[in-house]
């Protein structure tokens, strides 16, 4: 897969399906946006053995050159079913339902191109590769306060289900889209500060999910809905 783009910036780049082939690059990409990031816990990087799992046939990774550099990278991977933390039991599904759970994998994008939206462009692309036939839902976790991401992740029309400690001990919010649902929102939005877990977990508990941000006096706050 090849397709040539033009960025909000004017500059022309290329859209690829990486391999193998372009691990040193895809692991020197990652060093660098983790390197310039100030706070490291928003970000759990892919390992090496993560990403030759993807191009053992277990998911998808796009990628974006410009001058032959990679600028950016995302991805999409069938997790195994039998992963004690899936999160396809964070957002309720049942154990026969594991294997059509696709996890949306971290995004890279390099410093110097950040404002060009690469992130949602990958995204919007990497969904139009899914086979539905085969997988039905997409579940991602998301720091909160890491407010592009979770940006991101709403636009590509994922809600917040759960929130709890994920990776040991650190807290994450657990999206998931299904990809068969047009969702319909039955009651008015309520608001809820980031920084308020446990009131967002009772929300959530209570069958309300997270469906976007709202920037209020320089507080962020989650809005929730009940579909």
């Not at 390197?35 to 046939?57: D, H, N, R, S, V």
């Not at 974006?64 to 997790?79: G, Q, S, W």
């Not at 008015?188 to 929300?203: K, L, P, S």
Request: glycine share 8%; charged share 30%.
């Amino acid at each position: 897969m090849r397709r040539e783009l033009t960025l909000r910036n004017g500059q022309r780049v290329e859209v690829r399906q990486l391999g193998m082939e372009q691990l040193p690059e895809i692991l020197s990409l990652q060093e660098r946006v983790y390197a310039a990031l100030e706070t490291k816990e928003l970000l759990e990087p892919l390992t090496e053995e993560q990403i030759a799992y993807i191009f053992g046939g277990k998911g998808i990774m796009l990628g974006v050159y410009l001058d032959e550099k990679l600028i950016a990278f995302r991805a999409m991977m069938e997790p195994d079913e039998n992963e004690e933390e899936h999160l396809g039991l964070d957002v309720g599904l049942a154990k026969e339902e594991l294997p059509t759970v696709l996890y949306s994998e971290i995004t890279n994008v390099d410093p110097d191109q950040r404002g060009n939206s690469l992130q949602r462009i990958l995204g919007k692309m990497l969904l139009n590769e899914i086979d539905q036939e085969k997988h039905r839902y997409i579940c991602t976790t998301v720091a909160p306060f890491n407010i592009a991401s979770l940006k991101d992740k709403f636009d590509l029309g994922m809600h917040i289900v759960s929130l709890k400690q994920k990776y040991g001990t650190k807290m994450r919010y657990i999206l998931m889209k299904d990809l068969t649902a047009r969702p319909v929102y039955r009651a008015a939005a309520v608001f809820i500060n980031m920084g308020n877990i446990e009131r967002q977990q009772e929300m959530l508990e209570k069958g309300w999910v997270g469906v976007g941000l709202l920037l209020d006096e320089d507080e962020w706050k989650v809005e929730f809905r009940k579909i």
